[in-house]
């Protein structure tokens, strides 16, 4: 787990850490171990408006890239064996936030939040937006 702000880290270093992120990711969920918080109203709700299922949206999450970073990699969530990235890609045209977390103690990757993002999300690497 990455313990410390990416604030101090150079952006090819940032990226790396965002590329490593979604490796694990695509690899955890190889192993079907990627799962949704699909108890989340806002996530369910964002899923009925896009008229996708929850494995079109596994498929959105396997192919997000460095392009779809918004920010995050290198904070640690409430949890110690959970890091976080989030991201924000284009779903039929509207913005949706995904905020994806490694749980390590539990050997899986779980998406909390898939919904219609209630703000602008800059993309570091495709916007050149400062996202910390």
């Not at 313990?3 to 150079?10: D, E, H, L, R």
């Not at 690899?27 to 008229?51: I, M, P, V």
């Not at 993002?117 to 570091?124: F, G, L, N, S, V």
């Amino acid at each position: 787990m990455i313990a410390c702000s990416v604030s101090n880290f150079g952006s090819e270093l940032e990226e790396s850490l965002v590329e490593d992120f979604l490796k694990r990711v695509r690899d955890l969920a190889g192993k079907g171990r990627l799962h949704f918080a699909n108890n989340r109203e806002e996530n369910n709700r964002t899923l009925a408006y896009l008229g996708i299922k929850y494995e079109h949206a596994r498929e959105i999450i396997l192919a997000l890239t460095t392009n779809d970073y918004a920010g995050g990699v290198g904070r640690t969530t409430r949890h110690e064996d959970e890091e976080r990235c989030d991201f924000g890609v284009y779903v039929d045209g509207e913005l949706v936030y995904v905020k994806l977390v490694i749980d390590s103690g539990k050997d899986r990757a779980v998406c909390i939040s898939f919904h219609i993002a209630r703000w602008d999300i800059p993309r570091k690497f495709r916007d050149g937006g400062d996202t910390e």
